[in-house]
């Protein structure tokens, strides 16, 4: 049996972490999978345990209702996420993304309006920034919000937002001048509960990811206090989705590895317990040789992620070497997933086992937080 492999980032108490999320995962999601599967969202239930749980906002100060640890806490729920078979569970997006906007760039008041709320998870949290006609390019939004003495009149739509139908408070990304480009990007904090204006369109069908929450949502002349601007002055939204967008692709190369790594554990179990021809799958040389491999690939871009997590821990990780640890792992992702399945045969394209539905979920890393090849690009601007 190899040696077990330890982050060097995962001290006892973010041990501790990944080991109750990995529990959470197996027993809440992964065990109830068909049903959050046939509805297409995850009951709010799970998200009030993971609350009482303390697996929302773990590096949240205590002070807004959060765990009060470092990023590294919230990484080892992802981490266990992606070892879990699961990325349906929007957490990722909610405590790893939308309460970071709010803690980095919003006012006293802000903070604490939604901050404990999205620990304990009744607030439920989600971000707008793609649009029908922009996705990677963000400079390329056409929502709008309009200052109307004391609000924004906001109007546009968005689409692919994770908890969208589900999600009680948005930071959307908005013009607010739309002549300047990437300076008339602004976010602002929208209360979706009860809002004139707003709603949800489809619950997307997706290739993978079946009881994720991802929706369409339109804004029909909603109106925003100005106070709800994140950030002391307009035109700043850019900058903040630029800064944030680290660490969103850190958490995409978490989630990755954790997934490789079980995908490669749930193959070596599956190959030495099938037989063919008199043998165990595994004993022939090629099964053996191309678990080799994807154990390799797995355990090397886990070393560079976790490189990248210090770098991240002590706020020295660059944007390109974010960037490197998206593109990637995703790619290795999807890749040892695949070679995996073909492990498999036939029950490898069969639903009802784990590899068949990693294999279907693995696909939507490469795209979302900014595709792979536009990855590329910023790592070739740094060279």
């Given at each position: 049996?190899?040696?077990?492999?330890i982050?060097?980032w995962?001290?006892?108490?973010?041990?501790?972490?990944?080991?109750?999320?990995?529990?959470?995962?197996?027993?809440?999601?992964?065990?109830?999978?068909?049903?959050?599967?046939?509805?297409?969202?995850?009951?709010?239930?799970?998200?009030?345990?993971?609350?009482?749980?303390?697996?929302?906002?773990?590096?949240?100060?205590?002070?807004?209702?959060?765990?009060?640890?470092?990023?590294?806490?919230?990484?080892?729920?992802?981490?266990?996420?992606?070892?879990?078979?699961?990325?349906?569970?929007?957490?990722?997006?909610?405590?790893?993304?939308?309460?970071?906007?709010?803690?980095?760039?919003?006012?006293?008041?802000?903070?604490?309006?939604?901050?404990?709320?999205?620990?304990?998870?009744?607030?439920?949290?989600a971000?707008?920034?793609?649009?029908?006609?922009?996705?990677?390019?963000?400079?390329?939004?056409?929502?709008?919000?309009?200052?109307?003495?004391?609000?924004?009149?906001?109007?546009?739509?968005?689409?692919?937002?994770?908890?969208g139908?589900?999600?009680?408070?948005?930071?959307?990304?908005?013009?607010?001048?739309?002549?300047?480009?990437?300076?008339?990007v602004?976010?602002?904090?929208?209360?979706?509960?009860?809002?004139?204006?707003?709603?949800?369109?489809?619950?997307?069908?997706?290739?993978?990811?079946?009881?994720?929450?991802?929706?369409?949502?339109?804004?029909v002349?909603?109106?925003?206090?100005?106070?709800?601007?994140?950030?002391?002055?307009?035109?700043?939204?850019?900058?903040?989705?630029?800064?944030?967008?680290?660490?969103?692709?850190?958490?995409?190369?978490?989630?990755?590895?954790?997934?490789?790594?079980?995908?490669?554990?749930?193959?070596?179990?599956?190959?030495?317990?099938?037989?063919?021809?008199?043998?165990?799958?595994?004993?022939?040389?090629?099964?053996?040789?191309?678990?080799?491999?994807?154990?390799?690939?797995a355990?090397?871009?886990?070393?560079?992620?976790?490189?990248?997590?210090?770098?991240?821990?002590?706020?020295?990780?660059?944007?390109?070497?974010?960037?490197?640890?998206?593109?990637?792992?995703?790619?290795?992702?999807?890749?040892?997933?695949?070679?995996?399945?073909?492990?498999?045969?036939?029950?490898?394209?069969?639903?009802?086992?784990?590899i068949?539905?990693?294999?279907?979920?693995?696909?939507?890393?490469?795209?979302?937080?900014?595709?792979?090849?536009?990855?590329?690009?910023?790592?070739?601007?740094?060279?």
């Open positions: 049996m190899a040696k077990k492999y982050p060097s995962h001290d006892d108490e973010v041990s501790a972490v990944y080991d109750l999320a990995r529990e959470f995962f197996e027993r809440e999601v992964m065990a109830k999978s068909e049903k959050w599967e046939s509805q297409r969202r995850i009951d709010r239930e799970v998200w009030l345990e993971a609350g009482r749980l303390g697996l929302l906002c773990c590096s949240i100060p205590e002070e807004y209702g959060g765990g009060g640890g470092t990023f590294a806490h919230d990484l080892a729920v992802f981490e266990a996420q992606g070892y879990s078979g699961d990325l349906a569970f929007g957490n990722s997006v909610h405590s790893g993304i939308v309460a970071h906007y709010i803690l980095e760039y919003g006012n006293e008041e802000q903070k604490k309006t939604w901050l404990p709320g999205m620990a304990t998870g009744e607030i439920l949290g971000i707008g920034m793609s649009e029908p006609g922009a996705g990677s390019d963000l400079k390329a939004i056409k929502t709008t919000a309009v200052r109307d003495g004391d609000h924004y009149v906001v109007n546009g739509s968005k689409t692919f937002i994770t908890n139908s589900s999600a009680d408070v948005i930071v959307l990304a908005v013009k607010t001048d739309p002549k300047a480009g990437a300076k008339g602004s976010l602002l904090i929208v209360d979706l509960r009860d809002t004139p204006g707003f709603s949800v369109g489809r619950v997307l069908d997706k290739v993978g990811q079946h009881a994720a929450d991802t929706s369409e949502l339109s804004f002349d909603v109106r925003v206090p100005v106070t709800n601007l994140l950030g002391e002055t307009e035109g700043l939204g850019f900058g903040q989705l630029m800064a944030q967008l680290v660490q969103e692709r850190l958490i995409i190369g978490a989630q990755a590895a954790g997934a490789m790594e079980r995908a490669v554990e749930e193959t070596v179990r599956y190959t030495k317990a099938r037989q063919a021809f008199g043998h165990s799958l595994f004993e022939f040389q090629n099964t053996a040789f191309e678990l080799a491999e994807c154990q390799t690939i355990r090397t871009s886990r070393v560079f992620l976790d490189h990248c997590i210090e770098q991240h821990l002590k706020g020295e990780l660059d944007a390109s070497d974010a960037a490197m640890v998206k593109y990637w792992l995703t790619d290795k992702q999807c890749e040892v997933i695949d070679r995996c399945v073909q492990l498999h045969g036939g029950y490898g394209y069969m639903r009802e086992y784990l068949a539905r990693m294999y279907e979920d693995a696909r939507v890393q490469r795209i979302y937080a900014g595709a792979n090849e536009v990855m590329k690009q910023i790592i070739a601007r740094a060279l």
